[in-house]
């Protein structure tokens, strides 16, 4: 009697101590945003649970796990675009995750479709690939579509970064999913034919190539033009002043929107403290955190946010988001790439 409730102590205390002593998580991110380090502390205040992170890529972060394979020590992994993403899952380099907090957070859109049960990835934020142009040149109305991109009334004009960059592969793969592979590459083709110079350079770059006169419309993801606006640099500020924003296609299938997202490592040491992560990004504390320190808007269900500068953007209120699968984009990149190559569209 003695010796069992000792021994019963004994486990009990060793298991307590090993957990406090031993928990961590292994992370590897390619969020690229300076504000997320609050994200990550808070968690550990909450949990217990340290956070060991490796910082990189997506594609860096990608190559890393397929060369380490099975000793990969990566237990949570998040990734920055869908398209990627996605390839993340075809390689195998994700455990599909069965959790009901996520699955009642998440819409079923912005989750990867579930493999024997479970989804491989999860979206955690979204954001907007959104149509910049010069406010003193150009009409909204000419640019309120990603159609009118490859319009020739708008030639000479655009600035975008390169085709085969995770975000554009995303936006092309989701515009071959509505009009059909013919109509967008020759969309693709049209656009080519309206570039004021050839591509390069980040999203930030074509908004300020727009405001220095180099071109009059550009394409950016939405958090980079609210980094803008929210700046404390003037010249910053004066950038965002000069153009006009639009989210595009609100008549028809609604403004392509990307996500960031997290998943389990294949091979984690840790899928218990890996889910709880996951799970932690999708409450509401932390997708307040995306809206208001990066600008992105949260997945989950029912989370309010405000920011000044999305409201600003949007005009106050909401814009109408395209409802395909996320999975889709994803699948799109293999053909969309070959048009590209056949289009020059470098
Ligand atoms: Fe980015």
């Not at 009990?12 to 504000?35: D, K, V």
């Not at 996951?278 to 995306?290: C, D, G, I």
Request: proline share 4%.
């Amino acid at each position: 009697m003695h010796r069992k409730a000792l021994l019963a102590a004994l486990l009990s205390g060793l298991a307590a101590s090993g957990a406090l002593a031993e928990q961590h998580i292994n992370l590897y991110s390619a969020r690229h945003y300076a504000t997320d380090e609050a994200l990550y502390s808070d968690f550990t205040k909450a949990t217990g649970i340290k956070i060991n992170r490796v910082d990189a890529d997506d594609a860096g972060i990608i190559a890393r796990l397929k060369a380490e394979g099975e000793a990969s020590p990566a237990d949570v992994i998040l990734l920055v675009d869908a398209a990627r993403l996605w390839r993340g899952e075809q390689q195998g380099l994700f455990r599909p995750v069965q959790s009901k907090v996520l699955e009642e957070a998440i819409p079923a859109s912005l989750r990867a479709t579930p493999v024997n049960g479970g989804s491989p990835w999860f979206g955690l934020s979204t954001r907007a690939r959104v149509i910049v142009y010069d406010k003193a040149k150009v009409k909204a109305e000419d640019v309120d579509t990603y159609e009118e991109l490859g319009d020739p009334k708008n030639k000479g004009k655009l600035c975008i970064r390169t085709g085969s960059h995770p975000y554009n592969l995303s936006l092309f793969g989701a515009v071959m999913e509505h009009l059909g592979p013919e109509k967008t590459e020759a969309w693709l083709k049209g656009m080519v034919a309206n570039m004021a110079r050839a591509p390069k350079g980040g999203d930030t770059d074509q908004i300020r190539a727009v405001a220095a006169g180099e071109c009059q419309i550009a394409v950016t993801n939405s958090y980079y033009l609210a980094r803008l606006m929210r700046s404390s640099k003037p010249e910053d500020k004066a950038v965002a002043d000069k153009v006009g924003v639009v989210f595009p296609n609100q008549g028809t299938w609604g403004t392509h929107v990307n996500v960031a997202g997290g998943a389990v490592a294949k091979h984690s040491k840790n899928v218990e403290g890996a889910i709880k992560f996951l799970e932690y990004l999708a409450s509401p504390s932390a997708q307040n955190y995306f809206a208001n320190a990066n600008n992105e808007w949260p997945v989950a269900k029912g989370v309010n946010t405000e920011n000044p500068a999305l409201k600003a953007m949007t005009g106050g209120g909401q814009f109408k988001s395209e409802t395909i699968p996320i999975s889709a984009v994803g699948a799109n990149q293999v053909k969309v790439q070959q048009m590209l190559d056949r289009v020059g569209f470098k």
